[in-house]
C-alpha cells in the first residue's frame, strides 16, 4: 500500500521558518511528480498546489509563498521538502503530500501548521 507521510509541522511565530518533509513508500518516487498542497481553517483543500516538484526537478509555487517557501527531493531515499522561511499568520493551515503520475495519485494524511504570536 502506497504510503505518504508528513511531518515537521508545529506552531511557530510570524517571520519563523519551519521545514515540511514528506516521506513516500511503496512507489518509484523518482518517476512522481510531487507537490504540496494546504487546507486553511474553515474552507476546502486548495485546489492548485503551494509548491510542486516534477520528476525532472523543474519546480513551480504559487504566487502567496514565492519567495519565501522552496520545495526540494531527495530520490534517494523517497523524500520530498518544504522549506517555510518568514511564515505568516496566513500561512496556518494543514500541509498536505501529493504525488502524481498519470492517473495515479496520492495524499499524506497532512501535518498542521500554525503561525501565531
Known amino acids: 500500500q502506497v504510503q505518504l507521510v508528513e511531518s515537521g509541522g508545529g506552531l511557530v511565530q510570524p517571520g519563523e521558518s519551519l521545514r515540511l518533509s514528506c516521506v513516500a513508500s511503496?512507489?518509484?518516487?523518482?518517476?512522481?511528480?510531487m507537490a504540496w498542497y494546504r487546507q486553511t481553517p474553515g474552507k476546502r483543500r486548495e485546489s492548485v498546489p503551494i509548491?510542486?516538484?516534477?520528476?525532472?526537478?523543474?519546480?513551480n509555487y504559487a504566487d502567496s509563498v514565492k519567495g519565501r517557501f522552496t520545495i526540494s527531493r531527495d530520490n534517494a531515499n523517497n523524500m520530498v521538502y518544504l522549506q517555510m522561511n518568514s511564515l505568516k499568520p496566513d500561512d496556518t493551515a494543514v500541509y498536505y503530500c501529493?504525488?502524481?503520475?498519470?492517473?495515479?495519485?496520492?495524499w499524506g494524511q497532512g501535518t498542521q501548521v500554525t503561525v501565531s504570536s
Open positions: 501529493y504525488a502524481n503520475i498519470g492517473v495515479r495519485a496520492y
Open positions: 509548491a510542486s516538484i516534477a520528476a525532472d526537478h523543474s519546480t
Open positions: 511503496r512507489i518509484s518516487f523518482s518517476l512522481y511528480d
